[in-house]
Nanobody, 124 residues
Framework: QVQLVESGGGSVQPGGSLRLSCAAS????????IGWFRQAPGREREGVSC????????LYADSVKGRFTISRDNAKNTVYLQMNSLKPEDTAVYYC?????????????????WGQGTQVTVSS
C-alpha cells in the first residue's frame, strides 16, 4: 500500500523551530520529487519547498527562504523539513507529496501521492 505519513507538527512560539518528517511506504522516494505544501484556514494550498530525486537540488517559496530547509534520507525513505524562525503566518496544515521524476515544481496535479497532513501552529 502506497502511503506518505507526516509527523513532527505541533504548537510553537514565534521564533521557534520544528522538524517535519515525511515517511514513505509502498514505494521508494528516490525516484520522486518530494514537495511540502501547506494550507491555512481560508487560504489556498501553497507550495513551500521541494527536493529533486536527481541531485538533491531544492526549491523554496520566497516566504520561507532562509528559514526552512528540506532534506532527504533515501536510506530511511524519508524527507524532512526543518523550520526555523517560525512566524504566526506559518500556521497551517503541512502536507508532503510525491511527484514521479526529478523536476522541481509546485504543480499540485503532478503530485501523485499525498500524506494526510500535520498541523503546525505558531502562536504566543
Amino acid at each position: 500500500q502506497v502511503q506518505l505519513v507526516e509527523s513532527g507538527g505541533g504548537s510553537v512560539q514565534p521564533g521557534g523551530s520544528l522538524r517535519l518528517s515525511c515517511a514513505a511506504s509502498g514505494f521508494t522516494l528516490d525516484s520522486y520529487t518530494i514537495g511540502w505544501f501547506r494550507q491555512a484556514p481560508g487560504r489556498e494550498r501553497e507550495g513551500v519547498s521541494c527536493i529533486s530525486s536527481a541531485d538533491g537540488s531544492t526549491l523554496y517559496a520566497d516566504s520561507v527562504k532562509g528559514r526552512f530547509t528540506i532534506s532527504r534520507d533515501n536510506a530511511k525513505n524519508t524527507v524532512y523539513l526543518q523550520m526555523n524562525s517560525l512566524k504566526p503566518e506559518d500556521t497551517a496544515v503541512y502536507y508532503c507529496a510525491a511527484s514521479r521524476g526529478y523536476y522541481l515544481h509546485f504543480s499540485f496535479f503532478d503530485y501523485e501521492y499525498w500524506g494526510q497532513g500535520t498541523q503546525v501552529t505558531v502562536s504566543s
